[in-house]
């Protein structure tokens, strides 16, 4: 197990599009520390003995039983939730939650997505991120990335990022993208992606060194 003094935990949050799992990737590749995106679904699975398409299905998405909560207006606590697959999207949730932070606590690593900087809000070596973009910027990346038309990649976007934030909102009751719910939150296309990884490891570098 890595020593607590020297352990750094950056979570990341992203729009969809905004290249923030490259940034990830970059940034834990040049800190020389683990990267853990879809792997988290992998550890979580195999820590609880389940198969990874168990969680893949819940994998950052609101159940059409959480939407139709939303919907009602009914609150999260001290209800009976309308649907059964609530209770098992909850107990996955829970188990990830677990397996995430008992990766925390053996190595530094970059974790992107999965509530992470929620789950590790009381762990003093975890910085929290959330890395978005200019909307054109990311539909030309999605474009690029998944060879689909801009209508389909605008589709996606809007798509993608209201499951994110619903997924978020309900397991974390922060707002998904707002400022205040982060340690820092950053445009990437003001510095371009290999700068923004240059930013934020100084920004990293110096938090550690106070």
């Not at 530094?108 to 009381?122: F, K, P, Q, T």
């Not at 070596?125 to 990346?141: G, L």
């Not at 707002?178 to 240059?198: E, K, M, P, W």
């Amino acid at each position: 197990m890595e020593n607590n003094k020297n352990r750094m935990i950056l979570t990341i949050g992203r729009q969809f599009g905004s290249g923030g799992r490259e940034i990830g990737m970059k940034l834990a590749k040049l800190l020389g520390i683990g990267y853990y995106d879809k792997e988290l679904i992998a550890v979580a699975a195999r820590e609880s003995g389940l198969c990874t398409e168990v969680f893949e299905k819940a994998d950052e998405r609101a159940s059409s039983g959480m939407a139709y909560a939303f919907t009602m207006g009914y609150p999260y606590m001290g209800m009976f939730m309308p649907y059964n697959d609530i209770l098992s999207n909850d107990e996955l949730f829970r188990i990830q939650s677990e397996a995430i932070r008992n990766l925390a606590a053996k190595e530094s690593c970059v974790m992107v997505g999965r509530c992470a900087d929620y789950i590790l809000r009381d762990d003093p070596a975890c910085i929290s991120f959330f890395i978005h973009n200019n909307p054109e910027i990311r539909v030309q990346r999605i474009v690029e990335s998944m060879g689909v038309s801009v209508e389909e990649a605008k589709n996606l976007m809007t798509k993608t990022d209201k499951g994110r934030a619903s997924y978020y909102n309900y397991y974390t009751n922060k707002t998904w993208g707002a400022s205040a719910s982060y340690n820092l939150s950053i445009d990437a296309s003001i510095l371009g992606i290999d700068d923004t990884v240059d930013f934020i490891k100084t920004f990293v570098e110096r938090k550690l060194r106070k």
